[in-house]
T-cell receptor, first 114, second 109 residues
Framework: DGGITQSPKYLFRKEGQNVTLSCEQNLNHDAMYWYRQDPGQGLRLIYYSQIVNDFQKGDIAEGYSVSREKKESFPLTVTSAQKNPTAFYLC?????????????FGDGTRLSIL | GQNIDQPTEMTATEGAIVQINCTYQTSGFNGLFWYQQHAGEAPTFLSYNVLDGLEEKGRFSSFLSRSKGYSYLLLKELQMKDSASYLCVPPDSWGKLQFGAGTQVVVTP
């Protein structure tokens, strides 16, 4: 079945450590997105990519980095510069960048600090 | 920018109808999405309205009035599994989705 796969489901990070969250889609979607959600809050956009080898910062990009070397993959690295990384991270994709294209989400990764 | 206003929480009984209202202010209108998010899970797409009027999709319907900056999501024949947050999501002028905390719907037996 086509879909978006995020891994791992749960991730623990030590202080000062970088960690990478995986996001893979087999929907042949051009656009991919990373969001962060804190308890009781709405989703906030970290980074997005409309095409391979290109990406843009969202509203809260500081302390995060991404790459888009393949259409199917959009990994997110949470760096040690991100001082409060504990959150629910969601990856999404859409078939194009037209405004009427809905975004479809993976199941998310929960990141916690040890 | 976008301002989104929807109730924080609504409670209804199984089998009933609930209407979740949303008012929004946006610098340029680009349609409006509704998403459902169960606790601890990812949001799932419910509907997209770009024209005025009601769009029905099974037990869920979504209404839009662009001139009033108003939308509602109507949930009919409520089931326990409908207990979730419902997110009114207008795209900004760049097409980026603006998510608020949504409306928590609690369905009771």
């Amino acid at each position: 079945d086509g879909g978006i796969t995020q891994s791992p489901k749960y991730l623990f990070r030590k202080e000062g450590q970088n960690v990478t969250l995986s996001c893979e889609q087999n929907l042949n979607h051009d656009a991919m997105y990373w969001y962060r959600q804190d308890p009781g809050q709405g989703l906030r956009l970290i980074y997005y990519s409309q095409i391979v080898n290109d990406f843009q910062k969202g509203d809260i990009a500081e302390g995060y980095s991404v790459s888009r070397e393949k259409k199917e993959s959009f990994p997110l690295t949470v760096t040690s510069a991100q001082k409060n990384p504990t959150a629910f991270y969601l990856c999404a994709s859409s078939s194009g960048t037209a405004i009427n294209q809905p975004q479809h989400f993976g199941d998310g990764t929960r990141l916690s600090i040890l | 920018g976008q301002n989104i206003d929807q109730p924080t929480e609504m409670t209804a009984t199984e089998g009933a109808i609930v209407q979740i209202n949303c008012t929004y202010q946006t610098s340029g209108f680009n349609g409006l999405f509704w998403y459902q998010q169960h606790a601890g899970e990812a949001p799932t797409f419910l509907s997209y309205n770009v024209l005025d009027g009601l769009e029905e999709k099974g037990r869920f319907s979504s209404f839009l009035s662009r001139s009033k900056g108003y939308s509602y999501l109507l949930l009919k024949e409520l089931q326990m599994k409908d207990s979730a947050s419902y997110l009114c999501v207008p795209p900004d002028s760049w097409g980026k989705l603006q998510f608020g905390a949504g409306t928590q719907v609690v369905v009771t037996p």
